[in-house]
Nanobody, 126 residues
Framework: QVQLVESGGGSVQTGGSLRLSCAAS????????MAWFRQAPGKEREGVAA???????NYAASVRGRFTISQDNAKNTLYLQMNSLKPEDTAMYYC????????????????????WGQGTQVTVSS
């Protein structure tokens, strides 16, 4: 059974940094396509970053240059390093997985992913 557990969220001030982790279990981690999403109150879930099995990363325009997605296959763990945080980054952050690479148009679409974690809250104050 696929299980994803996020951690690392918290409260920081504008300009601060956080590193989120997503521990995966129940499947062959290195063969799955992984991504981070976020959802703010009253808003739709939006894609933040995605990473292919070969390490190729894709980012939403709103976070490109500030966030870095990475993974450690030996630890079955996905990461999201978030720097230069802004109040508009405040949201619940979720990791997601699917067993193969989606089409390019769906890399950051929530509906393309099969498995989800419970989320970790990130709050950025001004």
């Amino acid at each position: 059974q696929v299980q994803l557990v996020e951690s690392g969220g918290g409260s920081v001030q504008t300009g601060g940094s956080l590193r989120l982790s997503c521990a995966a279990s129940g499947y062959t981690y290195s063969s799955y396509f992984m991504a981070w999403f976020r959802q703010a109150p009253g808003k739709e879930r939006e894609g933040v970053a995605a990473i292919d099995t070969d390490g190729t990363a894709n980012y939403a325009a709103s976070v490109r240059g500030r966030f870095t997605i990475s993974q450690d296959n030996a630890k079955n763990t996905l990461y999201l390093q978030m720097n230069s945080l802004k109040p508009e980054d405040t949201a619940m952050y979720y990791c997601a997985a699917r067993p193969n690479r989606p089409g390019w148009w769906a890399l950051l679409r929530a509906g393309a992913y099969n498995y989800w974690g419970q989320g970790t809250q990130v709050t950025v104050s001004s």
